[in-house]
């Protein structure tokens, strides 16, 4: 067998790109000083955290003094949600069924912890919020955060975070936003949106690993999730991530500035993929909800077949990686608890694909060319 190499896996992790590595490179070797240290050393590093901050600020629209450095989005998620419940007199969350496991879990926890009680709203077998739902579960419970990410990291439906801003305004409701997935690839201006938190990584747009942010408003100020000392303006304690936090603003930076002509070009790949794959392979369905659908992402349900245990390994050994679903729940269960949500036919095959800047139409081809191959028997041509 030929091996190929082609990455398809971008909502996983996505390769550092070649100028955010060499923003992070001064600080990994000649500027290493702790950002906390008061001596020439630590002031340079303390610059760069602040040039930093200042830049992502700039390009979601909202002050410096909202953004706070963690070690990614599960930090980040982790910290809003907890320090908001103990900060404030909430009562009752909603969330979705269909959220990343650093929101369902952090919010299992508080339920069982805490005594909360957490409704979830309803989503349609697309994924999509039903909103008159949202609705009837805030009328009659007060002192409610809602949390609901903005693109699904496993099937890519949307949600408008103004539509649901305006819910939250409406019913006095506390708004967390997950915003993992979208941050970089759609533009924010949270100076006209009332979001209270949010959560970004780095990674997942060309970014280092291990740094994140979340956004609190500074209208909805929170108890800190991780005490000791006053890093993050007494919000995150620990020495910061200086090289890591370089890169995000790089990353983020980049990511704006080619955001229109990327856009463009990787929905032109995932419509390609769905193309070839609808025109190979009998019966193949694609899950959430694709006219409104984050463009990184596409999920394919592949017709009942022997094939399905081993599609993903098959794939692999050929040397192009894709996944099943969430790499956060990676061999933690059987059965995505998103396609359980979506209501999916737990009998198919489900392959995520997520595409880049980096990808190539000619990826495209090998990858579906390939897929078609482990279904002769459902082949259309």
């Not at 050393?41 to 602040?50: F, K, N």
């Not at 006053?230 to 200086?242: C, F, K, L, S, Y």
């Not at 995000?248 to 002509?261: G, P, Q, R, S, T």
């Not at 081809?365 to 078609?372: E, G, T």
Request: proline share 3%; glycine share 6%.
């Amino acid at each position: 067998m030929t091996r190929i190499s082609i990455y398809l896996d971008n909502a996983a992790t996505t390769p550092l790109h070649p100028e955010v590595f060499e923003a992070m490179k001064p600080w990994l070797t000649d500027h290493y000083g702790n950002p906390s240290s008061t001596h020439s050393y630590g002031r340079r590093a303390r610059a760069a955290i602040e040039s930093a901050r200042k830049k992502i600020a700039g390009l979601i629209q909202c002050a410096s003094s909202e953004i706070f450095f963690t070690s990614g989005g599960t930090e980040a998620n982790n910290a809003v949600i907890t320090s908001a419940i103990a900060s404030s007199d909430i009562q009752h969350i909603i969330t979705s069924p269909v959220e990343h496991h650093s929101v369902l879990h952090t919010i299992g926890h508080l339920e069982k912890t805490r005594g909360l009680n957490v409704s979830f709203v309803e989503i349609d077998q697309k994924g999509r919020i039903d909103a008159d739902h949202l609705h009837h579960l805030l009328k009659n419970a007060p002192k409610t955060l809602v949390s609901l990410m903005q693109a699904n990291n496993e099937i890519g439906t949307l949600t408008s975070l103004e539509k649901i801003s305006e819910i939250c305004e409406e019913h006095n409701a506390w708004f967390h936003s997950d915003a993992v997935q979208a941050v970089a690839h759609y533009p924010h201006d949270l100076n006209h949106i009332h979001i209270d938190g949010m959560a970004a990584s780095a990674h997942k747009f060309h970014g280092p690993k291990g740094v994140g942010f979340m956004f609190i408003n500074k209208s909805s100020r929170i108890r800190p999730f991780i005490y000791g000392g006053p890093q993050e303006h007494d919000m995150r304690a620990g020495t910061e991530n200086v090289a890591g936090i370089a890169g995000f603003a790089k990353a983020l930076e980049i990511a704006y500035d080619n955001m229109v002509h990327d856009a463009t070009y990787i929905l032109k790949l995932k419509n390609q993929m769905i193309n070839l794959l609808s025109s190979t392979i009998k019966d193949v369905a694609f899950n959430g909800d694709l006219s409104n659908s984050l463009y990184t992402v596409l999920n394919i349900s592949l017709p009942a077949s022997e094939s399905n245990e081993l599609v993903l390994f098959n794939l692999d050994l050929a040397g192009i990686a894709v996944s099943g679903g969430s790499a956060c729940s990676a061999g933690a269960e059987q059965e995505s608890h998103v396609m359980k949500a979506i209501r999916v036919d737990p009998n198919r095959g489900v392959v995520r694909f997520s595409f880049s800047a980096f990808n190539t139409e000619q990826d495209i081809k090998l990858a579906a060319d390939k897929l078609a191959s482990l279904y002769p028997e459902l082949k259309t041509n």
